[in-house]
């Protein structure tokens, strides 16, 4: 497995705390609960380009639709189960500080049991108002909505989903979070989608991190790639992480 340098060796670390475990997850890591990962969403729909539906040019030209699109896959996410590797993460705070830092917009981590989990490209159970800055959010979980249903500020609700060509949230947080990480776990993110991908160079030169995955082309400067199912590899990583804090 060839490796490519860090972009950062020689950017100062972040203090690293011995007890906080950051974990960075993809789409691949809720593939076992029967999601589709980004390659295969392309699939989902076929009268409009993935472009078309995550994008505000496409909210403006069919809403209708992206409303309808969401709405199939907020039901779906919701009808799904966390898996082993949720759950194995959630198991962590059992003796560690963890933070979940995601790229996906499904709750599995927090019905895993995740107490801190910080989404970066939103939630598929929240929608908010459709102008503004700082748009009212409202929490549906699974539920359907509809054009015409309103924020208070009397604008159409959205998905609460950061769309191609909007700003990720959250993004000085998750950075201090993996800067100060003792262990970083990165599991089912191909690391083609930016600015996400580049959190990998804000952790630690002395941190643990390690990145599972079904392929990797490259993996960064400093990583152990385990290769195979989410669902089979990390739930025996946490188990050797509590043994190590003797919480087994
Ligand atoms: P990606 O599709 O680009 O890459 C998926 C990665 O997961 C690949 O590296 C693959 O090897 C790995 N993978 C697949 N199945 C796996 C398994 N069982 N165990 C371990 N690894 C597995 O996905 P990405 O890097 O997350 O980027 C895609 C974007 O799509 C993100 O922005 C995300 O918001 C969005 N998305 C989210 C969801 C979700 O919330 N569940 C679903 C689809 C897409």
């Known amino acids: 497995m060839s490796s490519i340098p860090s972009l950062n060796q020689d950017r100062p670390s972040g203090k690293a705390q011995p007890r906080k475990i950051v974990v960075l997850s993809g789409s691949g890591i809720s593939a076992e609960s029967g999601l589709p990962t980004f390659r295969d969403a392309k699939g989902l729909w076929n009268t409009y380009s993935w472009q078309e539906l995550a994008s505000p040019a496409g909210w403006q030209r069919h809403p209708e639709a992206v409303l309808a699109f969401y709405n199939e896959r907020r ?63 409202y929490r549906i979980d699974g539920d359907p909505i509809a054009m015409g249903q309103l924020c208070e500020d009397g604008t159409q609700l959205r998905p609460d989903i950061v769309w191609f060509g909007e700003a990720v949230q ?37 941190a643990e991190k ?18 195979g199912k989410a669902g089979e590899i990390v739930p025996t990583l946490a188990a050797r992480w509590l043994a190590e804090a003797g919480a087994t």
């Open 75 to 137: 039901a779906k996410a919701w009808q799904a189960q966390p898996n082993a590797a949720h759950r194995a993460i959630a198991s962590l705070e059992g003796a560690y500080e963890v933070v979940v830092v995601t790229q996906n917009v499904d709750a599995l981590h927090e019905r895993a049991g995740s107490s801190h989990v910080v989404h970066l490209h939103g939630e598929l159970a929240c929608v908010r108002g459709s102008a503004g800055a700082s748009p009212r959010r």
């Open 170 to 206: 959250h993004f000085d947080d998750a950075e201090m979070h993996v800067a100060t990480a003792a262990r970083v776990l990165v599991v089912g993110t191909s690391l083609t989608v930016y600015p996400a991908a580049s959190l990998l160079q804000y952790a630690s030169r002395d």
């Open 210 to 227: 390690v990145l599972v995955a079904l392929d990797m082309e490259e993996v960064p400067h400093g990583y152990t790639f385990l290769q």
